[in-house]
């Protein structure tokens, strides 16, 4: 049989009973789109995690004070609470310690702010110039902390966006303004530029004061929150923590590593582990809309038998006047495989028209990637192979004789 006439007859016989063929069209578009959209979902959760966590700087160290707590162990101090690093630290750390870019260290805690009439809690961070360099702060408006400022226990800070507007009309300026934390008046010298991101860790929601005001006025003492390093390549970043580790335990006097009281956090250890569960979070959103694929493919043997059945004396005719199994075979594979293939379009397009939807109207981060794309598309054709390839064995072995007698 030619092309022309086997995609002919394909048609003809799709279109003969538009119901069964819709519904079953229906099947695999819906598991399609499902894939795709589930997908999408998790690919843009992954790409958001990895992203909040690559803004907060690049090749971070974080120590922390206080160790971590151990199944079986003794109850130590809880990890960023305890009172166990001071500037000097830092500051050896900087000096000290090969392969750092910067160091900067810092002090926070949650206060109330007001300004004009207006407040709100939030976190304010006591740090240094250096934590714009670490900590990837870029500045909107003004400026940021100065080494001037550390020095001189200044009463100035640096707001965050979402800050910003909290506090003033977000179409004005609050440089030069004054705002109240904790009822000490500061001056606003600088806003940020918005990054993005919900919640207490946000640094839209932060505060930057100098650290030695927040030590003298805040605090009341000389202990920090954590030190934040700034390694100048990735491939040094296990080598530098071990090295701040051992200048760490000879500065406090530890011998046994096992009972340091302080914690080190790797950046790319913590994007590893991430990527790592939002990747298994999205295999699993995708091997559960798989499932309705597999539903379709079901559908789609199912109508192609019932066609095989209605279509017995009309295969037996065929095959009485010369046409091969291979002919008959085809023509109900082809068929199969078109009907998904189609319904495959269609889901692609559905799957991407709903992943927009949950992202524009949930806002929920969304990536329809190329790979997703082809990966569902070629299941369905996979599927329609698969599950097309009985029903048209089936009919290409029909007794031709038997099939014209078929009632």
Do not use: C
């Not at 130590?76 to 392969?99: E, F």
């Not at 600088?190 to 005001?213: E, F, H, L, R, W």
């Not at 269609?346 to 028209?353: A, D, E, H, N, Y």
């Not at 806002?363 to 329809?368: F, G, H, P, R």
């Amino acid at each position: 049989m030619k092309i022309y006439d086997i995609l002919d007859e394909t048609f003809s016989a799709l279109l003969s009973n538009k119901v069964r063929s819709g519904l079953t069209v229906l099947g695999i578009v819906i598991g399609i789109s499902s894939v795709i959209s589930m997908l999408a979902i998790g690919n843009g959760s992954q790409a958001s995690i990895e992203s909040s966590i690559q803004s907060i700087g690049s090749n971070l160290l974080i120590v922390s004070p206080g160790s971590q707590r151990r199944i079986g162990g003794d109850i130590s101090a809880g990890r960023g609470s305890a009172k166990t690093l001071i500037l000097a630290d830092a500051t050896a750390v900087s000096d000290s310690v090969s392969n750092i870019k910067a160091v900067a260290a810092d002090v926070s805690g949650r206060y109330q702010v007001t300004a004009k009439g207006t407040n709100t809690n939030t976190q304010v961070v006591g740090t240094v110039a250096e934590y714009s360099e670490v900590k990837n702060v870029s500045i909107n408006l003004g400026r940021f902390i100065g080494e001037q400022d550390v020095k001189n226990n200044s009463k100035v800070a640096v707001l965050g966006s979402s800050v910003s507007e909290d506090l003033f009309a977000s179409s004005s300026n609050p440089v030069g303004q004054i705002i109240r934390i904790n009822k000490i008046e500061f001056k606003v010298v600088g806003v940020t530029t918005a990054k993005g991101g919900n919640g207490m860790n946000s640094q839209d929601n932060m505060i930057y004061i100098p650290i030695s005001t927040a030590q003298k006025f805040m605090t009341g003492s000389n202990y920090l929150s954590t030190i934040n390093i700034s390694v100048n390549d990735s491939e040094n970043m296990t080598t530098a923590q071990n090295d701040i580790t051992e200048l760490l335990l000879s500065r406090h006097k530890i011998s046994d590593p096992t009972k340091a009281d302080f914690s080190i956090m790797n950046q790319t250890d913590i994007l590893s582990s991430a990527s790592s569960i939002t990747g298994t979070f999205t295999a699993l959103l995708g091997a559960i809309a798989g499932i309705s694929l597999v539903v379709g493919g079901i559908g789609i043997m199912n109508m192609m038998l019932m066609t095989v059945t209605e279509r017995t004396r009309e295969i037996g005719l065929r095959k009485a006047i010369g046409a091969k199994r291979r002919d008959v075979s085809t023509q109900f594979l082809v068929e199969a495989i078109i009907l998904t293939m189609f319904s495959g379009v269609i889901g692609i397009l559905l799957g991407w028209f709903i992943s927009w939807i949950v992202s524009t109207f949930a806002s929920i981060e969304t990536a329809v990637t190329l790979s997703s794309v082809l990966l569902a598309f070629g299941t369905s054709t996979i599927i329609g192979i698969i599950f097309g390839y009985y029903p048209a064995r089936r009919a290409s072995a029909l007794n031709p004789i038997e099939a014209l007698r078929y009632e």
